[in-house]
């Protein structure tokens, strides 16, 4: 699910309009005398990771994270690798791949449980509107090719809730959401949200599927955090 958040987010940088300044050949005005040194924009620089920390994630969903940068403008977050090996080592030394509890076949928590958070920042002048009707036209395109029910997803690529106090707007989007029952289900969600001239997406993929109202409320907090950050 998470390659499917991050082709979304993908079709999103590619469908923003380039908007150019004009040259000095295209304008009335003289050329200087000397080229002028060019002052970056605010938040050119900004390091996605110092948004947010890992501590702050893993408190929010009550797991152990670690962070790692994911090009100059996202930062990732996911699941301690060192847990699922001590994991490992512990099943390795009862010799079976699952353990007995209350009389039923468990998976290690540290082994069933997923959890990845990506943060990414784009300077861009998409509004709301904009992203929600991108959203709907890749939505559309998606549900129609991939047959949801046929793939055992129960929710697809479709508008959530709008987010109050996070920027100057925020939104959700549901990426896709999977349940096998007993064997497992899992949540892809999008949150957007925009602070002046800095759009920040919010991408989670998490496992057990916490449903999308508690999801919401996990993305919402951690989006007001980082958006202070950018004030």
């Given at each position: 699910?998470?390659?499917?958040?991050?082709?979304?987010?993908?079709?999103l940088?590619?469908?923003k309009?380039?908007?150019?300044?004009?040259?000095?050949?295209q304008t009335?005005?003289?050329?200087?005398?000397?080229?002028?040194?060019?002052?970056?924009?605010?938040g050119?620089?900004?390091?996605?990771?110092?948004?947010l920390?890992?501590?702050?994630?893993?408190?929010?969903f009550?797991?152990?994270v670690?962070?790692?940068?994911?090009?100059?403008?996202?930062?990732?977050?996911?699941?301690?690798?060192?847990?699922?090996?001590?994991?490992?080592?512990?099943?390795?030394?009862?010799?079976?791949a699952?353990?007995?509890?209350?009389?039923?076949?468990?998976?290690?928590?540290?082994?069933?449980?997923?959890?990845?958070?990506?943060?990414?920042?784009?300077?861009?002048?998409?509004?709301?509107?904009?992203?929600?009707?991108?959203?709907?036209?890749?939505?559309?395109?998606?549900?129609?090719?991939?047959?949801?029910e046929?793939?055992?997803?129960?929710?697809?690529?479709?508008?959530?809730?709008?987010?109050?106090?996070?920027?100057?707007?925020?939104?959700?989007?549901?990426?896709t959401?999977?349940?096998?029952?007993?064997?497992?289900?899992?949540?892809?969600?999008?949150?957007?949200?925009?602070?002046?001239?800095?759009?920040?997406?919010?991408?989670?993929?998490?496992?057990?599927?916490?449903?999308?109202?508690?999801?919401?409320?996990?993305?919402?907090?951690?989006?007001?955090?980082?958006?202070?950050?950018?004030?």
């Amino acid at each position: 699910m998470r390659p499917i958040a991050l082709a979304l987010l993908a079709v999103l940088a590619c469908g923003k309009s380039d908007s150019k300044a004009p040259t000095a050949a295209q304008t009335s005005e003289p050329a200087p005398a000397a080229p002028a040194v060019a002052t970056p924009p605010a938040g050119a620089n900004l390091d996605p990771c110092a948004l947010l920390t890992a501590e702050e994630v893993g408190k929010e969903f009550g797991k152990t994270v670690i962070a790692k940068k994911d090009g100059r403008h996202a930062c990732e977050y996911a699941l301690d690798p060192a847990e699922q090996q001590k994991a490992l080592a512990d099943l390795a030394q009862t010799g079976g791949a699952r353990v007995v509890k209350n009389g039923k076949l468990e998976v290690p928590s540290a082994l069933s449980d997923q959890l990845v958070v990506d943060v990414a920042t784009e300077r861009d002048a998409q509004t709301e509107d904009q992203l929600k009707k991108l959203y709907a036209k890749i939505g559309a395109a998606v549900n129609g090719a991939v047959k949801p029910e046929e793939h055992g997803l129960t929710e697809t690529i479709e508008a959530g809730e709008e987010i109050r106090d996070v920027g100057d707007w925020a939104f959700t989007t549901n990426v896709t959401a999977v349940d096998m029952g007993a064997a497992g289900s899992t949540r892809g969600r999008l949150l957007e949200t925009r602070q002046g001239a800095q759009r920040l997406t919010l991408s989670v993929t998490i496992a057990p599927d916490p449903g999308a109202t508690k999801l919401d409320a996990h993305m919402a907090a951690l989006a007001r955090s980082a958006i202070a950050k950018l004030k």
